[in-house]
């Protein structure tokens, strides 16, 4: 276990496969988020190759205790992360697809303004507001399937 005033790194002692390591952030400044998601990138990284594995997924959690949670995949190790798609009427996927199409345009008309200089790092207090928060049964679901009996 490695700890930081910004974050503390752990393989769990029920992971959920062979190769799995957490990050749990106790800073939530844009640049410690970045500065954690970048050693996620590596660790990741690291996993792929050290234990020969075929994959990697790389899961944030955002909330009480943002985490992120890497872990070694194989195939047949018996994880499953699936999830039922949302349906989305056709009318709002086109509404969405033009919001997109407009914002993409107008970005690439408008030159770049000089960098403001920034006063204070930015705190990230939550998920933004469009995000919405998991529910019981979804917190259910990740906690059974994060965590194993060996």
């Known amino acids: 276990m490695l700890e930081t005033p910004i974050f503390t790194e752990e393989i769990p002692a029920k992971g959920?496969?062979?190769?799995?390591?957490?990050?749990?952030?106790?800073?939530?400044t844009i640049s410690d988020v970045a500065l954690v998601g970048t050693l996620a990138n590596v660790t990741?990284?690291?996993?792929?190759?050290?234990?020969q594995a075929q994959g990697t997924n790389i899961i944030f959690r955002l909330g009480d205790a943002?985490?992120?949670d890497i872990l070694a995949r194989r195939e047949d190790d018996g994880?499953?992360?699936?999830?039922a798609p949302q349906q989305i009427e056709?009318?709002?996927?086109?509404?969405?697809?033009?919001?997109?199409k407009d914002k993409i345009l107008v970005m690439d008309s408008v030159e770049e303004p000089?960098?403001?200089?920034?006063?204070?790092?930015?705190?990230?207090?939550?998920?933004p507001a469009d995000i919405v928060e998991e529910d019981d049964?979804?917190?259910?679901?990740?906690?059974?399937?994060?965590?194993?009996?060996p």
């Open 16 to 28: 959920a496969v062979n190769g799995h390591v957490r990050f749990t952030m106790h800073s939530e």
């Open 44 to 51: 990741s990284s690291l996993l792929f190759e050290k234990l």
């Open 66 to 68: 943002p985490r992120i």
């Open 79 to 83: 994880l499953e992360l699936q999830w």
């Open 90 to 100: 056709a009318g709002k996927l086109s509404d969405i697809q033009k919001q997109i």
């Open 114 to 127: 000089e960098p403001e200089e920034v006063q204070e790092e930015e705190q990230i207090d939550g998920p």
């Open 137 to 149: 049964e979804e917190q259910e679901f990740w906690s059974k399937h994060l965590t194993r009996i």
